[in-house]
């Protein structure tokens, strides 16, 4: 395995938001583009490079093929088709099924044992496939889960309360969709209970259901806007890359696979997770109230159901 070698699969607006975030920030050593497009990821592969001059840190990005995950620390997949108008969740999770049982296949045809990160949606079924045909031990293939929803909710939060966002200690759990909850019993300003600090302002608790609000609609406000969401999950995936990299050990809330606990198994789904070469090393099991772990257990429902609906016989199928 090369250290610091990352394989991007998939050079749409969302694979090259993160690739060119990589670029600016640094800390990639080989960054290997592959798409069904060529000549597009060549054009990918040519634009970047130009940028290395001015660059922190030297990088080698070039235009490969599924051979090149062999020895990749991390393997990105972004590829998959967006969501036209009028078609529902359900229509969409069966078409990138496929797409993901294929690209799942080619990369591990080439003997590649690294990590795994998948962004294409619905992700959280997305990834679960990508688990079951690659074989790899859950804790190598992590969805990006809620990680951008939990970017939103601090962003929002921020807003509101006239504070960093660094000092916003926050986070959206279930799946990455519509189903999403914040336990807000866990959300801190600082050091200090989020609850709290409402009470003490004489802030109305349904501000904070407003502030999820904002979150679960923004994707839709921005998708009515410009058309696509990408700079945001962009930057989100290099956080998650980055994490792995830099054996950080960091919390980010992905979406990983439930054996035991929270009273869910079989299922990836998003959580509060450690993060770390390794991938993830343990989630952490948050003590959910009654509400919380009802709007948990409806979020894993809507993804098992669909699921079985639509996916399961794509695993199934030789």
């Not at 069966?94 to 294409?120: C, D, L, R, W, Y």
């Not at 979150?215 to 999950?233: C, D, F, L, P, S």
């Given at each position: 395995m090369k250290k610091g070698k990352v394989v991007l699969v998939g050079t749409g607006f969302v694979g090259m938001s993160m690739a060119y975030?990589?670029?600016?920030?640094?800390?990639?050593?080989?960054l290997i583009l592959i798409d069904i497009d060529?000549?597009?990821?060549?054009?990918?592969?040519?634009?970047?490079?130009?940028?290395?001059?001015?660059?922190?840190?030297?990088?080698?990005?070039?235009?490969?093929?599924?051979?090149?995950?062999?020895?990749?620390?991390?393997?990105?997949?972004?590829?998959?088709?967006?969501?036209?108008?009028?078609?529902?969740?359900?229509?969409?999770?069966?078409?990138?099924?496929?797409?993901?049982?294929?690209?799942?296949?080619?990369?591990?045809?080439?003997g590649f044992n690294g990590i795994v990160i998948v962004a294409s949606n619905p992700v959280d079924l997305m990834t679960y496939i990508v688990w079951k045909t690659s074989k790899l031990p859950n804790n190598q293939v992590i969805g990006s889960g809620t990680v951008l929803d939990t970017a939103r909710l601090r962003y929002l939060m921020a807003d509101f309360f006239k504070v960093s966002s660094k000092n916003v200690h926050a986070y959206i759990m279930g799946e990455h969709g519509d189903s999403s909850f914040v336990p807000w019993n866990h959300a801190y300003i600082g050091c200090k209970k989020v609850k709290d600090i409402m009470k003490d302002n004489g802030h109305p608790m349904e501000d904070l259901k407003k502030i999820h609000?904002?979150?679960?609609?923004?994707a839709y406000e921005i998708i009515e806007k410009k058309k696509a969401t990408y700079y945001g999950i962009g930057m989100a995936l290099n956080r998650l890359v980055r994490a792995i990299l830099d054996d950080e050990n960091s919390i980010l809330t992905v979406s990983t696979y439930?054996?035991?606990k929270y009273g869910q198994n079989d299922i990836y789904i998003g959580v509060p997770a450690i993060i770390?070469?390794?991938?993830?090393?343990?989630?952490?099991?948050?003590?959910?109230?009654?509400?919380?772990?009802?709007?948990?257990?409806?979020?894993?429902?809507?993804?098992?159901?669909?699921?079985?609906?639509?996916?399961?016989?794509?695993?199934?199928?030789?």
């Amino acid at each position: 395995m090369k250290k610091g070698k990352v394989v991007l699969v998939g050079t749409g607006f969302v694979g090259m938001s993160m690739a060119y975030s990589m670029l600016n920030r640094g800390g990639i050593e080989e960054l290997i583009l592959i798409d069904i497009d060529k000549e597009k990821t060549k054009g990918e592969e040519m634009d970047l490079s130009h940028g290395l001059p001015y660059a922190p840190q030297k990088m080698v990005i070039k235009a490969g093929n599924y051979s090149d995950c062999k020895d990749a620390q991390i393997v990105v997949i972004t590829a998959g088709i967006a969501q036209k108008p009028g078609q529902t969740r359900l229509e969409l999770a069966q078409v990138n099924a496929k797409i993901m049982k294929q690209i799942t296949v080619s990369i591990m045809e080439s003997g590649f044992n690294g990590i795994v990160i998948v962004a294409s949606n619905p992700v959280d079924l997305m990834t679960y496939i990508v688990w079951k045909t690659s074989k790899l031990p859950n804790n190598q293939v992590i969805g990006s889960g809620t990680v951008l929803d939990t970017a939103r909710l601090r962003y929002l939060m921020a807003d509101f309360f006239k504070v960093s966002s660094k000092n916003v200690h926050a986070y959206i759990m279930g799946e990455h969709g519509d189903s999403s909850f914040v336990p807000w019993n866990h959300a801190y300003i600082g050091c200090k209970k989020v609850k709290d600090i409402m009470k003490d302002n004489g802030h109305p608790m349904e501000d904070l259901k407003k502030i999820h609000e904002g979150v679960v609609n923004a994707a839709y406000e921005i998708i009515e806007k410009k058309k696509a969401t990408y700079y945001g999950i962009g930057m989100a995936l290099n956080r998650l890359v980055r994490a792995i990299l830099d054996d950080e050990n960091s919390i980010l809330t992905v979406s990983t696979y439930l054996k035991n606990k929270y009273g869910q198994n079989d299922i990836y789904i998003g959580v509060p997770a450690i993060i770390n070469e390794n991938g993830v090393r343990e989630l952490i099991e948050l003590d959910l109230n009654q509400e919380e772990q009802e709007k948990l257990n409806k979020s894993c429902k809507l993804i098992k159901e669909m699921r079985k609906e639509s996916i399961e016989k794509i695993i199934e199928e030789e």
